[in-house]
């Protein structure tokens, strides 16, 4: 099956004709009238209006629906990662499904209010025979990231020199080439990062949002557009790269401040929302993980201008479950060696006959050592303050074990775990790290007093899996030897040997 995204096939049932048109019923409205209608209409029946949208319900969002109702055009402020994209994509939801075209209308004129005079030609000639198309609402959404190679003529538009000497004469709008702007006519037409568009350029869109027409090549066009703008930014004292001009900022409706999740739980369900998670995290493991994001954006040697974006915490839950998958790959390679010729990573093989390829352990479970990786792998994702050049993983892992200690009296808080430090009296310690089975681990430890309490804080349940239980135990030991209650040492293959305190 295609990976593509098909073009929504209009219903039969809807009309063909202008003349049908008009016998349906049908009635023009603006883009603005046409959000603002059916976004009553959702608050009415109590209906998702921003679907996918996490952690703005009581600040972000009741802006938009003002501005949407005000029929204003707006600005989302705000520092990386946190939404404003995804935001501004789910505006396109609260479109009409369908609305009629005039058929080969490149600014996708409404049978009912042309605004080219070729168009207005055609309708009045062509009466109620007049072909209708129609439009899904996915095809009615324009987006440009701004660059600074964007020109006038990629939004705006431009003279085409073919057109010309084809006879047309200068100002005659049949010799523009339209832009991405207009094209998204009855629409919603987005720019991301607009400081980033160089302020010659930024100037082009202010008749755009004021007086809604356009001028190309030093003539004038009026043509009425109909659409909603909407911008992203960063905040002015961040990005050094740019600025939105004055006269364009006050053409804006709204400006509207964006942040990132203001509680544990929001980052949490933000993360279980949007990380693609190839093994089982357990719930603990996300915890730590939304705790280390929330602590790295707070930290003192991380440049609060830039933000920690929440791709941050959403991309280290999708590498522990890597390393959990790559773990459980590896020991079913040590435990069923691979036949000639086959592969046991799942990737190409000419020779590998992807039925004999052993299957990889369903008991990949991520644990707490796992996310000791991410320290390194994700370090470019934060810029740290000009000071700590050098320092990078080491302020990480000194965050995220913060973070795992708070987690460990979050959740464990109160529970009797002498079970868990009788382990390791008289010698003993317990083996772990990121190549150690589940079994071996649960072997070391035998029966715990206190465990099944431990699992039941941790939401495992009555009948864990192995790599459920290993994670939950490994959990426990970490959170022992934050809390300084037990040794613990690695060695130098790279295990981890928790301990007696010396």
Do not use: C
């Not at 980052?267 to 719930?283: F, G, N, S, T």
């Not at 990078?392 to 965050?399: A, F």
Request: hydrophobic residues 40%; glycine residues 10%; negative net charge.
């Amino acid at each position: 099956m295609s990976d593509f995204p098909v073009t929504p096939v209009p219903p039969a049932e809807l009309p063909g004709t202008l003349g049908a048109l008009r016998a349906a019923g049908h009635r023009y409205r603006t883009v603005k009238q046409e959000l603002r209608d059916n976004l009553l209409a959702r608050m009415r029946n109590g209906g998702p209006r921003f679907a996918g949208i996490v952690g703005y319900d009581d600040t972000v969002l009741p802006e938009v629906e003002r501005a949407l109702l005000a029929g204003h055009d707006m600005v989302l402020l705000g520092e990386r990662g946190q939404g404003k994209t995804r935001l501004i994509r789910s505006l396109v939801t609260l479109l009409d499904e369908w609305t009629p075209v005039i058929v080969g209308s490149v600014l996708n004129e409404h049978p009912l209010h042309p605004i080219t005079p070729a168009s207005r030609a055609l309708v009045a000639e062509a009466g109620d025979d007049l072909p209708v198309g129609w439009l899904h609402r996915s095809m009615r959404y324009g987006e440009k990231l701004a660059t600074p190679d964007t020109s006038v003529g990629d939004l705006i538009g431009d003279v085409d020199p073919i057109r010309l000497a084809q006879g047309r004469t200068l100002g005659d709008p049949e010799t523009i080439h339209f832009g991405l702007v207009p094209r998204t006519n009855r629409g919603i037409f987005a720019v991301n990062e607009l400081p980033d568009l160089a302020e010659r350029i930024q100037v082009a869109l202010l008749n755009v949002l004021e007086e809604r027409d356009i001028q190309v090549r030093g003539y004038q066009l009026r043509l009425p557009l109909d659409l909603l703008l909407v911008a992203s930014a960063n905040p002015e004292d961040y990005t050094n790269r740019g600025r939105i001009i004055t006269p364009l900022k006050d053409r804006f409706g709204a400006e509207i401040r964006t942040h990132y999740p203001t509680e544990l739980e929001l980052e949490l369900a933000l993360i279980r929302q949007e990380a693609h998670l190839v093994a089982e995290v357990p719930e603990h493991v996300l915890e730590v993980l939304a705790r280390f994001a929330r602590a790295v954006r707070e930290s003192p040697s991380v440049d609060p201008r830039s933000g920690v974006s929440a791709r941050f915490a959403i991309a280290a839950a999708e590498t522990v479950a890597a390393a959990a998958l790559r773990r459980a790959s590896l020991l079913a390679a040590l435990a069923e060696p691979a036949a000639e010729g086959e592969v046991l990573t799942g990737g190409p093989s000419a020779t590998a006959d992807v039925n004999k390829v052993p299957f990889l352990s369903p008991d990949a479970v991520a644990r707490v050592g796992d996310a000791v990786s991410v320290t390194s792998t994700l370090r470019g994702k934060v810029e740290f303050e000009s000071g700590e050049d050098g320092r990078e993983i080491e302020i990480l892992g000194h965050l995220l074990r913060t973070a795992t200690a708070e987690t460990f009296r979050a959740r464990l808080a109160g529970l009797d775990l002498s079970g868990f430090t009788a382990l390791v009296e008289d010698g003993k310690a317990i083996e772990t790290g990121e190549l150690v089975p589940a079994v071996d681990l649960l072997g070391q430890v035998g029966t715990v007093p206190g465990l099944a309490k431990v699992l039941d804080r941790l939401g495992v349940g009555d009948a864990p899996s192995p790599g459920q239980a290993a994670a939950a135990i490994e959990f426990v030991l970490e959170g022992l030897h934050l809390s300084r209650r037990l040794g613990k040492d690695v060695t130098d293959s790279g295990r981890t040997r928790y301990g007696g305190r010396d």
